[in-house]
C-alpha cells in the first residue's frame, strides 16, 4: 500500500527558529492535508494543500504532486507551536480512503 | 458552520464490559465518515470509515465495530473490551473534496 512518510521524527528548537517538516508520499494522491495535534489531542487544520503553494501567517506549505512531497514551513517558532504534526493524504484511486504519517513531533523550547 | 461532536470526552471501563462511542456532524449531508484510533506514541490508525448510511468499510480486523444509522451519526462499539483497546478515539468527516475535519476525541481507559 501507499507509504507515507514524515520526517524529521522529532525536532526541538529555539523560540524563533524556523523550521521545515517533509512529507513524502509513494503513489498519487488526490489531496493532502496538514494537520497540527495540539497537547490536549484536537487536531487542527493547517493547509488543505493538493498542490502549490499557501500561506496562512508564519506558517506556509508546498506540494509538488509530481514529486511526491510536501513540506510545512514554520517561521519565527513560538511555543504555541509544539505539538506534533501530521500529514495525510487521499488515495487516488478514489476509495475515500485518507492515510496519515507517523508525524514529526516539535518541541519549541522558550 | 459545521461542527463535529464526541462522546464522552473520557471513559474508563473495565476488561471485558461493553463500548459505545458516539460522534454526530451538523451542518453538512452526506459527509465520509472516520473513526481513527491513536495509541501510545503518536501514529493514527484508521479503524473504519463511511460513505454513506449502513456503508462500513473495516480496515483493521479487531473486536470493534462501527455503525451509521443515520446520515451524520457514527457509532463505534465493542462487546467486550480488551485492554489493547484503550487509547484516544477521534471522529472525523470530511466534504466532497476530501478535507478531513477532526472531532475533539474520546480518550478510553480500559481497566
Known amino acids: 500500500g501507499i507509504q507515507v512518510e514524515q520526517s524529521p521524527p522529532d525536532l526541538i528548537l529555539q523560540e524563533g527558529a524556523n523550521s521545515t517538516l517533509r512529507c513524502n508520499f509513494s503513489?498519487?494522491?488526490?489531496?493532502l492535508q496538514w494537520f497540527h495535534q495540539n497537547p490536549w489531542g484536537q487536531l487542527i487544520n493547517l493547509f488543505y494543500?493538493?498542490?502549490g503553494t499557501k500561506q496562512n501567517g508564519r506558517l506556509s506549505a508546498t506540494t509538488v504532486a509530481t514529486e511526491r512531497y510536501s513540506l510545512l514551513y514554520i517561521s519565527s517558532s513560538q511555543t504555541t507551536d509544539s505539538g506534533v504534526y501530521f500529514c495525510?493524504?487521499?488515495?487516488?484511486?478514489?476509495?475515500?480512503?485518507?492515510?496519515f504519517g507517523k508525524g514529526t513531533r516539535l518541541h519549541i523550547l522558550p | 458552520s459545521q461542527t463535529i461532536h464526541q462522546w464522552p470526552a473520557t471513559l474508563v471501563q473495565p476488561v471485558g464490559s461493553p463500548l459505545s462511542l458516539e460522534c454526530t456532524v451538523e451542518g453538512t449531508s452526506n459527509p465520509n465518515l472516520y473513526w481513527y484510533r491513536q495509541a501510545a506514541g503518536r501514529g493514527l490508525q484508521l479503524l473504519f470509515y463511511?460513505?454513506?448510511?449502513?456503508?462500513i468499510s473495516s480496515e483493521v480486523p479487531q473486536n470493534l465495530s462501527a455503525s451509521r444509522p443515520q446520515d451524520r451519526q457514527f457509532i463505534l462499539s465493542s462487546k467486550k473490551l480488551l485492554l489493547s483497546d484503550s487509547g484516544f478515539y477521534l471522529c472525523?468527516?470530511?466534504?466532497?473534496?476530501?478535507?478531513?475535519?477532526f472531532g475533539p476525541g474520546t480518550r478510553l481507559t480500559v481497566t
Open positions: 503513489d498519487s494522491v488526490n489531496n
Open positions: 463511511s460513505v454513506g448510511i449502513g456503508q
Open positions: 494543500i493538493p498542490s
Open positions: 495525510a493524504v487521499e488515495l487516488a484511486n478514489r476509495d475515500d480512503k485518507i492515510i
Open positions: 472525523a468527516w470530511s466534504n466532497r473534496v476530501g478535507e478531513q475535519y
